[in-house]
Protein backbone atom coordinates (compact mmCIF):
# COMPACT_ATOMS: atom_id res chain seq x y z
CA UNK A 1 0.00 0.00 0.00
CA UNK A 2 1.00 3.77 -0.92
CA UNK A 3 2.65 5.58 1.77
CA UNK A 4 0.08 7.81 1.51
CA UNK A 5 -2.61 5.60 1.59
CA UNK A 6 -1.60 4.81 4.56
CA UNK A 7 -0.80 7.77 6.46
CA UNK A 8 -4.90 8.63 5.93
CA UNK A 9 -5.84 5.80 7.10
CA UNK A 10 -4.11 6.98 10.95
CA UNK A 11 -4.57 10.39 10.39
CA UNK A 12 -7.49 11.01 9.07
CA UNK A 13 -9.67 9.40 11.94
CA UNK A 14 -11.89 11.59 14.00
CA UNK A 15 -12.07 9.59 17.37
CA UNK A 16 -14.36 12.26 18.57
CA UNK A 17 -11.97 12.98 21.30
CA UNK A 18 -8.29 14.04 21.92
CA UNK A 19 -6.31 10.89 20.48
CA UNK A 20 -4.64 9.28 23.37
CA UNK A 21 -1.57 7.44 23.39
CA UNK A 22 -0.09 5.19 25.55
CA UNK A 23 3.11 3.88 25.96
CA UNK A 24 3.05 0.44 24.89
CA UNK A 25 6.08 -0.89 27.72
CA UNK A 26 3.34 -1.72 31.06
CA UNK A 27 0.36 -0.97 29.17
CA UNK A 28 -3.13 -1.67 31.04
CA UNK A 29 -6.02 -3.52 29.89
CA UNK A 30 -8.32 -0.80 30.20
CA UNK A 31 -5.73 1.20 28.23
CA UNK A 32 -6.24 -1.43 25.43
CA UNK A 33 -9.72 -1.63 25.53
CA UNK A 34 -10.33 1.98 24.90
CA UNK A 35 -8.20 1.78 21.71
CA UNK A 36 -10.27 -0.73 20.50
CA UNK A 37 -13.35 1.04 21.56
CA UNK A 38 -11.97 4.09 19.74
CA UNK A 39 -11.29 1.23 17.02
CA UNK A 40 -15.01 -0.01 16.72
CA UNK A 41 -16.55 3.82 17.31
CA UNK A 42 -15.24 4.76 13.95
CA UNK A 43 -16.18 1.25 12.29
CA UNK A 44 -12.39 0.76 11.71
CA UNK A 45 -12.18 -2.63 13.88
CA UNK A 46 -14.70 -4.41 12.36
CA UNK A 47 -13.31 -4.10 8.55
CA UNK A 48 -9.81 -4.53 9.09
CA UNK A 49 -7.35 -7.14 7.99
CA UNK A 50 -4.51 -8.19 10.75
CA UNK A 51 -2.13 -5.73 9.54
CA UNK A 52 -4.32 -2.76 9.87
CA UNK A 53 -5.80 -3.59 12.81
CA UNK A 54 -2.15 -3.71 14.65
CA UNK A 55 -1.11 -0.62 12.79
CA UNK A 56 -3.64 1.55 14.63
CA UNK A 57 -2.98 -0.29 17.80
CA UNK A 58 0.86 0.54 17.10
CA UNK A 59 0.02 4.01 16.02
CA UNK A 60 -1.02 4.22 19.48
CA UNK A 61 1.29 3.02 21.62
CA UNK A 62 4.93 3.50 20.03
CA UNK A 63 6.83 6.76 19.05
CA UNK A 64 6.61 6.49 15.37
CA UNK A 65 4.01 6.15 12.70
CA UNK A 66 3.49 2.33 11.59
CA UNK A 67 1.95 3.60 8.53
CA UNK A 68 4.82 5.21 7.44
CA UNK A 69 7.68 2.75 8.42
CA UNK A 70 8.86 -0.12 7.06
CA UNK A 71 8.77 -3.30 8.66
CA UNK A 72 12.07 -3.36 9.71
CA UNK A 73 11.99 -0.02 12.00
CA UNK A 74 8.52 -1.34 12.88
CA UNK A 75 9.92 -3.98 14.68
CA UNK A 76 12.77 -2.77 16.14
CA UNK A 77 10.43 -0.04 17.59
CA UNK A 78 8.11 -2.43 19.08
CA UNK A 79 10.91 -4.54 20.29
CA UNK A 80 12.64 -1.41 22.22
CA UNK A 81 9.23 0.09 23.98
CA UNK A 82 7.82 -3.21 24.93
CA UNK A 83 9.01 -6.77 27.57
CA UNK A 84 8.61 -8.85 24.79
CA UNK A 85 11.70 -11.21 23.75
CA UNK A 86 12.91 -11.03 20.55
CA UNK A 87 12.59 -14.58 19.70
CA UNK A 88 9.04 -14.49 20.56
CA UNK A 89 8.47 -11.37 17.85
CA UNK A 90 7.93 -13.42 14.39
CA UNK A 91 10.36 -11.59 11.71
CA UNK A 92 7.64 -11.91 9.53
CA UNK A 93 5.44 -9.18 8.42
CA UNK A 94 2.23 -10.77 8.48
CA UNK A 95 3.03 -12.90 11.33
CA UNK A 96 4.29 -9.95 13.53
CA UNK A 97 0.77 -8.37 13.18
CA UNK A 98 -1.50 -11.33 13.48
CA UNK A 99 0.98 -11.79 16.89
CA UNK A 100 0.25 -8.25 17.64
CA UNK A 101 -3.57 -8.41 17.66
CA UNK A 102 -3.56 -11.93 19.31
CA UNK A 103 -1.43 -10.68 22.26
CA UNK A 104 -3.02 -7.28 22.64
CA UNK A 105 -6.75 -7.86 21.68
CA UNK A 106 -6.60 -11.87 21.62
CA UNK A 107 -7.90 -11.54 18.26
CA UNK A 108 -7.24 -14.57 15.68
CA UNK A 109 -9.77 -14.71 12.96
CA UNK A 110 -9.20 -11.12 10.54
CA UNK A 111 -12.60 -8.96 11.12
CA UNK A 112 -12.74 -8.05 7.86
CA UNK A 113 -12.56 -11.73 7.02
CA UNK A 114 -15.66 -12.48 9.50
CA UNK A 115 -17.45 -9.80 8.54
CA UNK A 116 -17.56 -10.71 4.80
CA UNK A 117 -18.42 -14.12 5.91
CA UNK A 118 -21.62 -13.17 7.60
CA UNK A 119 -22.68 -10.47 4.97
CA UNK A 120 -22.20 -13.43 2.32
CA UNK A 121 -24.05 -15.99 4.35
CA UNK A 122 -27.01 -13.25 5.68
CA UNK A 123 -27.81 -12.20 1.41
CA UNK A 124 -27.56 -16.10 0.74
CA UNK A 125 -30.29 -16.75 3.30
CA UNK A 126 -32.50 -13.83 2.47
CA UNK A 127 -32.42 -15.26 -0.99
CA UNK A 128 -33.29 -18.84 -0.09
CA UNK A 129 -36.21 -17.60 1.88
CA UNK A 130 -37.49 -15.54 -0.50
CA UNK A 131 -37.37 -18.52 -3.05
CA UNK A 132 -39.32 -20.58 -0.30
CA UNK A 133 -41.89 -17.96 0.23
CA UNK A 134 -42.46 -17.74 -3.91
CA UNK A 135 -42.96 -21.84 -3.48
CA UNK A 136 -45.38 -21.31 -0.36
CA UNK A 137 -47.66 -18.65 -2.40
CA UNK A 138 -47.42 -21.06 -5.42
CA UNK A 139 -48.88 -24.21 -3.28
CA UNK A 140 -51.26 -22.19 -1.64
CA UNK A 141 -52.81 -20.74 -4.67
CA UNK A 142 -52.98 -24.63 -6.46
CA UNK A 143 -54.60 -25.97 -3.38
CA UNK A 144 -57.51 -23.06 -3.40
CA UNK A 145 -58.04 -23.95 -6.89
CA UNK A 146 -58.46 -27.98 -6.80
CA UNK A 147 -61.37 -26.83 -4.29
CA UNK A 148 -60.64 -29.91 -1.82
CA UNK A 149 -61.96 -29.24 1.56
CA UNK A 150 -59.96 -31.89 3.46
CA UNK A 151 -56.77 -30.83 1.61
CA UNK A 152 -57.35 -27.22 2.03
CA UNK A 153 -58.10 -27.95 5.96
CA UNK A 154 -55.17 -29.92 6.32
CA UNK A 155 -52.47 -27.97 4.07
CA UNK A 156 -53.27 -24.72 4.00
CA UNK A 157 -52.70 -24.00 8.01
CA UNK A 158 -49.16 -25.36 7.38
CA UNK A 159 -48.89 -23.43 4.57
CA UNK A 160 -49.62 -20.21 6.63
CA UNK A 161 -47.65 -21.58 9.59
CA UNK A 162 -44.55 -21.73 7.51
CA UNK A 163 -45.44 -17.88 5.46
CA UNK A 164 -45.57 -16.70 8.72
CA UNK A 165 -42.11 -18.36 10.14
CA UNK A 166 -39.83 -17.33 6.90
CA UNK A 167 -41.35 -13.68 7.02
CA UNK A 168 -40.40 -13.91 10.55
CA UNK A 169 -36.78 -15.03 9.53
CA UNK A 170 -36.50 -12.49 7.19
CA UNK A 171 -36.98 -9.34 9.38
CA UNK A 172 -34.76 -11.11 11.78
CA UNK A 173 -32.05 -11.88 9.60
CA UNK A 174 -32.77 -7.86 8.34
CA UNK A 175 -32.09 -6.63 12.25
CA UNK A 176 -29.32 -8.36 12.35
CA UNK A 177 -28.18 -6.90 9.22
CA UNK A 178 -28.62 -3.59 10.62
CA UNK A 179 -27.86 -4.03 14.44
CA UNK A 180 -25.83 -6.73 15.45
CA UNK A 181 -23.60 -8.19 12.84
CA UNK A 182 -20.51 -5.87 13.09
CA UNK A 183 -20.42 -7.06 16.88
CA UNK A 184 -21.11 -10.81 16.15
CA UNK A 185 -18.42 -10.89 13.38
CA UNK A 186 -15.78 -9.19 15.78
CA UNK A 187 -16.57 -11.01 18.83
CA UNK A 188 -16.15 -14.20 16.56
CA UNK A 189 -12.41 -13.24 15.80
CA UNK A 190 -11.27 -13.14 19.96
CA UNK A 191 -9.56 -16.29 21.01
CA UNK A 192 -12.50 -19.12 22.05
CA UNK A 193 -10.24 -20.82 24.33
CA UNK A 194 -10.74 -17.00 26.73
CA UNK A 195 -14.07 -16.18 25.51
CA UNK A 196 -16.14 -19.42 25.20
CA UNK A 197 -19.09 -17.21 25.40
CA UNK A 198 -18.55 -15.31 22.14
CA UNK A 199 -19.07 -18.55 20.33
CA UNK A 200 -22.05 -19.86 21.63
CA UNK A 201 -23.73 -16.91 19.75
CA UNK A 202 -26.25 -17.80 16.39
CA UNK A 203 -26.76 -14.91 14.61
CA UNK A 204 -30.50 -15.76 13.65
CA UNK A 205 -32.43 -18.53 14.16
CA UNK A 206 -32.50 -19.93 10.20
CA UNK A 207 -28.55 -19.39 10.34
CA UNK A 208 -28.27 -22.92 12.17
CA UNK A 209 -31.88 -24.68 11.21
CA UNK A 210 -32.44 -23.22 7.93
CA UNK A 211 -34.56 -27.08 7.19
CA UNK A 212 -36.47 -26.26 9.62
CA UNK A 213 -38.47 -23.08 7.40
CA UNK A 214 -39.37 -25.94 4.53
CA UNK A 215 -42.81 -26.37 4.58
CA UNK A 216 -43.29 -29.96 5.39
CA UNK A 217 -46.24 -31.83 7.06
CA UNK A 218 -45.46 -32.73 11.01
CA UNK A 219 -45.32 -36.42 11.88
CA UNK A 220 -48.05 -37.35 13.43
CA UNK A 221 -45.06 -39.81 15.96
CA UNK A 222 -43.18 -36.72 16.96
CA UNK A 223 -44.72 -36.14 20.49
CA UNK A 224 -43.99 -39.62 20.86
CA UNK A 225 -41.45 -42.08 21.53
CA UNK A 226 -39.03 -39.84 22.98
CA UNK A 227 -37.03 -42.34 24.81
CA UNK A 228 -36.53 -44.13 21.84
CA UNK A 229 -33.12 -44.40 20.05
CA UNK A 230 -33.39 -41.94 17.14
CA UNK A 231 -32.65 -44.88 14.49
CA UNK A 232 -35.65 -47.04 15.71
CA UNK A 233 -38.49 -43.55 15.51
CA UNK A 234 -36.96 -43.12 12.15
CA UNK A 235 -37.80 -46.63 11.53
CA UNK A 236 -41.08 -46.58 12.84
CA UNK A 237 -41.96 -43.60 10.96
CA UNK A 238 -41.39 -45.84 7.96
CA UNK A 239 -43.24 -48.06 9.48
CA UNK A 240 -46.24 -46.31 10.17
CA UNK A 241 -46.18 -44.87 6.61
CA UNK A 242 -45.61 -48.44 4.74
CA UNK A 243 -47.10 -50.96 7.05
CA UNK A 244 -49.90 -49.65 9.24
CA UNK A 245 -50.74 -52.94 10.57
CA UNK A 246 -47.23 -53.62 11.77
CA UNK A 247 -47.42 -50.19 13.19
CA UNK A 248 -50.19 -50.95 15.09
CA UNK A 249 -49.07 -54.07 16.60
CA UNK A 250 -45.61 -52.46 17.40
CA UNK A 251 -47.68 -49.52 19.29
CA UNK A 252 -49.44 -51.50 21.12
CA UNK A 253 -45.97 -53.67 22.53
CA UNK A 254 -44.56 -50.52 23.31
CA UNK A 255 -47.58 -49.25 25.14
CA UNK A 256 -47.81 -52.63 27.13
CA UNK A 257 -43.89 -52.88 27.65
CA UNK A 258 -43.29 -49.10 28.86
CA UNK A 259 -46.68 -49.78 30.98
CA UNK A 260 -47.88 -46.38 29.92
CA UNK A 261 -51.39 -46.26 31.39
CA UNK A 262 -49.22 -46.90 34.79
CA UNK A 263 -46.90 -44.36 34.02
CA UNK A 264 -49.60 -41.59 33.65
CA UNK A 265 -51.53 -42.63 36.62
CA UNK A 266 -48.24 -42.85 38.71
CA UNK A 267 -47.95 -38.55 37.62
CA UNK A 268 -51.10 -37.63 38.56
CA UNK A 269 -50.55 -37.26 42.20
CA UNK A 270 -47.42 -35.46 41.52
CA UNK A 271 -48.42 -32.33 39.66
CA UNK A 272 -51.39 -30.20 41.05
CA UNK A 273 -51.94 -29.51 37.03
CA UNK A 274 -52.39 -33.51 36.93
CA UNK A 275 -54.27 -33.96 40.81
CA UNK A 276 -56.97 -31.18 39.39
CA UNK A 277 -57.52 -33.46 36.12
CA UNK A 278 -57.06 -36.94 38.00
CA UNK A 279 -60.78 -38.28 38.62
CA UNK A 280 -61.30 -38.06 34.72
CA UNK A 281 -58.08 -39.00 33.68
CA UNK A 282 -58.31 -42.11 35.83
CA UNK A 283 -61.70 -42.72 34.69
CA UNK A 284 -60.74 -42.48 30.66
CA UNK A 285 -57.58 -44.70 31.39
CA UNK A 286 -60.38 -47.40 32.66
CA UNK A 287 -62.28 -47.40 29.56
CA UNK A 288 -59.31 -47.70 27.30
CA UNK A 289 -58.32 -50.57 29.57
CA UNK A 290 -61.82 -51.85 29.47
CA UNK A 291 -61.97 -51.86 25.12
CA UNK A 292 -63.92 -48.80 25.24
CA UNK A 293 -61.48 -47.16 22.41
CA UNK A 294 -63.99 -44.97 21.21
CA UNK A 295 -65.04 -43.24 24.55
CA UNK A 296 -61.75 -42.89 25.34
CA UNK A 297 -60.53 -41.42 22.11
CA UNK A 298 -63.81 -39.05 22.94
CA UNK A 299 -62.71 -38.17 25.98
CA UNK A 300 -58.64 -37.80 25.72
CA UNK A 301 -58.81 -34.31 23.26
CA UNK A 302 -60.61 -32.69 25.73
CA UNK A 303 -58.56 -33.55 28.90
CA UNK A 304 -55.31 -32.48 27.13
CA UNK A 305 -56.64 -29.48 26.13
CA UNK A 306 -57.63 -28.47 30.02
CA UNK A 307 -54.13 -29.74 31.08
CA UNK A 308 -52.41 -27.01 28.29
CA UNK A 309 -55.10 -24.42 29.67
CA UNK A 310 -54.19 -25.03 33.00
CA UNK A 311 -50.24 -24.74 32.77
CA UNK A 312 -50.64 -21.48 30.32
CA UNK A 313 -52.40 -20.20 33.73
CA UNK A 314 -49.33 -21.47 35.69
CA UNK A 315 -47.48 -19.24 33.84
CA UNK A 316 -49.24 -16.42 34.37
CA UNK A 317 -52.11 -16.01 31.68
CA UNK A 318 -55.32 -14.76 33.90
CA UNK A 319 -58.05 -17.22 33.54
CA UNK A 320 -60.07 -14.56 32.27
CA UNK A 321 -57.98 -13.97 29.37
CA UNK A 322 -57.87 -18.13 28.52
CA UNK A 323 -61.52 -18.55 28.64
CA UNK A 324 -61.59 -16.30 25.74
CA UNK A 325 -58.85 -18.31 23.65
CA UNK A 326 -59.62 -21.43 21.67
CA UNK A 327 -56.80 -24.07 21.58
CA UNK A 328 -54.01 -22.48 18.73
CA UNK A 329 -54.23 -19.59 21.17
CA UNK A 330 -53.23 -21.47 24.19
CA UNK A 331 -50.36 -23.22 21.89
CA UNK A 332 -49.02 -20.14 20.60
CA UNK A 333 -48.44 -18.97 24.44
CA UNK A 334 -46.92 -22.32 25.24
CA UNK A 335 -44.66 -22.04 22.43
CA UNK A 336 -42.93 -19.59 23.92
CA UNK A 337 -42.43 -21.25 27.13
CA UNK A 338 -41.82 -24.60 26.33
CA UNK A 339 -40.13 -24.55 23.42
CA UNK A 340 -39.23 -27.47 21.17
CA UNK A 341 -40.88 -29.79 24.00
CA UNK A 342 -43.88 -28.83 23.31
CA UNK A 343 -43.86 -30.21 19.82
CA UNK A 344 -46.25 -27.29 18.60
CA UNK A 345 -46.64 -28.20 15.15
CA UNK A 346 -47.62 -31.19 15.95
CA UNK A 347 -50.29 -29.90 18.22
CA UNK A 348 -51.55 -27.13 16.11
CA UNK A 349 -51.54 -29.10 12.57
CA UNK A 350 -52.19 -32.76 13.14
CA UNK A 351 -53.84 -33.03 16.72
CA UNK A 352 -56.49 -31.16 15.32
CA UNK A 353 -57.24 -33.19 12.72
CA UNK A 354 -57.43 -36.35 14.78
CA UNK A 355 -59.77 -34.24 17.83
CA UNK A 356 -62.00 -33.05 14.74
CA UNK A 357 -62.24 -36.55 13.23
CA UNK A 358 -63.49 -38.15 16.52
CA UNK A 359 -65.72 -35.22 17.41
CA UNK A 360 -67.08 -35.16 13.90
CA UNK A 361 -67.79 -38.90 14.14
CA UNK A 362 -65.69 -39.40 11.31
CA UNK A 363 -64.04 -41.89 13.21
CA UNK A 364 -64.52 -45.90 11.77
CA UNK A 365 -63.82 -49.02 13.35
CA UNK A 366 -60.79 -49.63 11.84
CA UNK A 367 -59.36 -46.24 12.82
CA UNK A 368 -60.50 -46.69 16.56
CA UNK A 369 -58.07 -48.62 17.92
CA UNK A 370 -54.75 -46.54 16.44
CA UNK A 371 -56.27 -43.39 17.09
CA UNK A 372 -56.90 -44.60 20.70
CA UNK A 373 -53.29 -45.30 21.07
CA UNK A 374 -52.07 -42.58 19.67
CA UNK A 375 -54.19 -40.41 21.94
CA UNK A 376 -52.98 -42.63 24.95
CA UNK A 377 -49.14 -41.27 24.17
CA UNK A 378 -50.33 -37.96 23.65
CA UNK A 379 -51.75 -37.88 26.92
CA UNK A 380 -48.66 -39.29 28.31
CA UNK A 381 -46.61 -36.49 26.72
CA UNK A 382 -49.24 -33.66 27.81
CA UNK A 383 -48.79 -34.78 31.16
CA UNK A 384 -45.01 -34.98 31.26
CA UNK A 385 -44.66 -31.56 30.04
CA UNK A 386 -46.10 -30.20 33.22
CA UNK A 387 -43.21 -31.19 34.81
CA UNK A 388 -41.11 -29.58 32.47
CA UNK A 389 -37.88 -27.19 34.22
CA UNK A 390 -38.68 -24.19 31.76
CA UNK A 391 -42.01 -23.82 34.14
CA UNK A 392 -40.61 -21.54 37.00
CA UNK A 393 -42.70 -23.24 39.28
CA UNK A 394 -40.89 -26.86 38.67
CA UNK A 395 -37.48 -24.31 38.65
CA UNK A 396 -38.39 -22.98 42.02
CA UNK A 397 -40.02 -26.62 43.70
CA UNK A 398 -36.44 -28.12 42.12
CA UNK A 399 -34.30 -25.02 43.96
CA UNK A 400 -36.01 -25.70 47.18
CA UNK A 401 -35.64 -29.36 46.92
CA UNK A 402 -31.73 -28.91 46.38
CA UNK A 403 -31.30 -26.06 49.51
CA UNK A 404 -32.97 -28.41 51.94
CA UNK A 405 -31.01 -31.03 51.00
CA UNK A 406 -27.71 -29.29 51.70
CA UNK A 407 -28.82 -27.02 54.42
CA UNK A 408 -25.59 -27.47 56.21
CA UNK A 409 -23.26 -26.82 53.10
CA UNK A 410 -25.67 -24.55 51.34
CA UNK A 411 -24.96 -23.48 47.50
CA UNK A 412 -25.76 -20.13 47.41
CA UNK A 413 -25.92 -20.11 43.86
CA UNK A 414 -28.99 -21.96 44.03
CA UNK A 415 -30.58 -19.26 46.95
CA UNK A 416 -29.77 -16.69 44.28
CA UNK A 417 -31.89 -18.54 41.89
CA UNK A 418 -34.48 -18.48 44.25
CA UNK A 419 -34.84 -15.28 44.54
CA UNK A 420 -34.56 -14.55 41.00
CA UNK A 421 -38.04 -16.70 41.17
CA UNK A 422 -39.04 -14.61 44.48
CA UNK A 423 -42.74 -13.92 43.29
CA UNK A 424 -43.17 -17.80 41.56
CA UNK A 425 -46.25 -18.96 43.83
CA UNK A 426 -45.73 -22.41 45.51
CA UNK A 427 -49.26 -24.15 45.60
CA UNK A 428 -50.28 -25.86 48.96
CA UNK A 429 -50.54 -28.91 47.19
CA UNK A 430 -46.62 -29.28 47.25
CA UNK A 431 -46.73 -29.12 51.48
CA UNK A 432 -43.17 -27.16 51.29
CA UNK A 433 -44.09 -24.26 53.91
CA UNK A 434 -41.65 -26.26 56.16
CA UNK A 435 -38.86 -26.26 53.43
CA UNK A 436 -39.45 -23.06 52.13
CA UNK A 437 -38.97 -21.34 55.94
CA UNK A 438 -35.32 -23.42 56.21
CA UNK A 439 -34.76 -21.53 52.29
CA UNK A 440 -35.76 -18.40 53.65
CA UNK A 441 -33.59 -18.52 56.51
CA UNK A 442 -30.76 -19.07 54.67
CA UNK A 443 -31.36 -15.81 52.96
CA UNK A 444 -30.53 -13.90 56.17
CA UNK A 445 -27.57 -16.25 57.38
CA UNK A 446 -24.40 -14.66 57.81
CA UNK A 447 -23.01 -17.50 55.66
CA UNK A 448 -24.57 -16.43 52.43
CA UNK A 449 -23.98 -12.40 52.92
CA UNK A 450 -19.74 -13.65 53.22
CA UNK A 451 -20.89 -15.49 49.62
CA UNK A 452 -22.02 -12.01 48.56
CA UNK A 453 -18.98 -10.35 49.48
CA UNK A 454 -16.93 -12.48 47.91
CA UNK A 455 -18.61 -12.66 44.79
CA UNK A 456 -18.13 -8.99 44.88
CA UNK A 457 -14.39 -8.93 45.78
CA UNK A 458 -13.98 -10.72 42.23
CA UNK A 459 -14.22 -6.98 40.99
CA UNK A 460 -15.96 -8.46 37.48
CA UNK A 461 -18.39 -6.19 36.17
CA UNK A 462 -20.98 -9.02 35.43
CA UNK A 463 -21.10 -10.08 39.12
CA UNK A 464 -21.38 -6.57 40.38
CA UNK A 465 -24.06 -6.32 38.47
CA UNK A 466 -26.00 -9.54 39.31
CA UNK A 467 -25.25 -9.13 43.22
CA UNK A 468 -26.67 -5.38 42.91
CA UNK A 469 -29.57 -6.73 41.61
CA UNK A 470 -30.06 -9.50 43.90
CA UNK A 471 -29.46 -7.28 46.92
CA UNK A 472 -31.99 -4.90 45.57
CA UNK A 473 -34.54 -7.44 45.57
CA UNK A 474 -33.75 -8.17 49.68
CA UNK A 475 -34.06 -4.60 50.25
CA UNK A 476 -37.81 -5.03 49.11
CA UNK A 477 -38.31 -7.64 51.64
CA UNK A 478 -39.60 -6.66 55.54
CA UNK A 479 -38.09 -6.20 57.86
CA UNK A 480 -35.15 -3.93 56.16
CA UNK A 481 -31.60 -5.91 56.24
CA UNK A 482 -29.12 -2.89 56.87
CA UNK A 483 -26.28 -5.26 55.49
CA UNK A 484 -28.00 -4.05 51.67
CA UNK A 485 -27.08 -0.80 52.07
CA UNK A 486 -23.15 -1.72 52.77
CA UNK A 487 -23.24 -4.22 49.60
CA UNK A 488 -25.21 -1.54 47.48
CA UNK A 489 -22.50 0.68 48.18
CA UNK A 490 -19.74 -1.81 47.65
CA UNK A 491 -21.31 -2.79 44.20
CA UNK A 492 -20.69 0.99 42.97
CA UNK A 493 -23.57 -0.04 40.40
CA UNK A 494 -24.87 3.32 38.75
CA UNK A 495 -27.30 2.95 36.21
CA UNK A 496 -28.19 -1.12 36.02
CA UNK A 497 -26.80 -2.99 32.79
CA UNK A 498 -29.35 -5.58 31.80
CA UNK A 499 -26.86 -6.96 29.52
CA UNK A 500 -24.50 -7.26 32.44
CA UNK A 501 -26.91 -8.79 34.80
CA UNK A 502 -28.22 -11.10 32.38
CA UNK A 503 -24.73 -12.88 31.65
CA UNK A 504 -24.10 -13.41 35.73
CA UNK A 505 -28.15 -14.62 35.57
CA UNK A 506 -26.94 -17.13 32.50
CA UNK A 507 -23.67 -18.24 34.67
CA UNK A 508 -25.86 -19.69 37.61
CA UNK A 509 -27.84 -21.73 35.86
CA UNK A 510 -27.60 -25.69 37.15
CA UNK A 511 -28.47 -28.99 35.12
CA UNK A 512 -32.09 -29.40 36.43
Request: glycine share 4%; aromatic share 12%; with cysteine.
Amino acid sequence: MPKDQNNSLSENIDYGHQLKKFPLHGITGGQVQEILDDLKQQGIAYRCDFDILSKHFLFRTLNINPFLSDFSSLRKSFLEDSDHEQHEVPENENEFHKYVCRFYFTIVKSPKDELLGLYEHAFADIKAIDRTLAEITQKQSETIKRNDTAEIQELIPILKYYQQHNEDARTEIMNFLKDRIHNLALNQCYDSSLFPAFFQSVPYSYYWNSKAYTPHPPSDLDNKFGDLPVRLIRDLKVTYESDRPAFNRTIQQYISEKEIIFSISDLLHKHHILDQHSTIIREALDTYSNGSKMMFANAVPTIIEGIFHDICKTVGTPENVLLTEGFQQKLNRLRKVLGSDLEYEYYSFRFRLFRNKVAHGRMNIADQSEISDMLLLDLYHASELCFSNDLKLNKKRFLIDQLNKGLSNPDYKYLIEYLLLGEEVIPAFYHLESQIIEVERLISSDGFWAFLENELDQNSDPIRHGIHYIVTLIAKRKPFDKRCTKLLKKAKVGKPDYTLLDKYVKGLHHAY
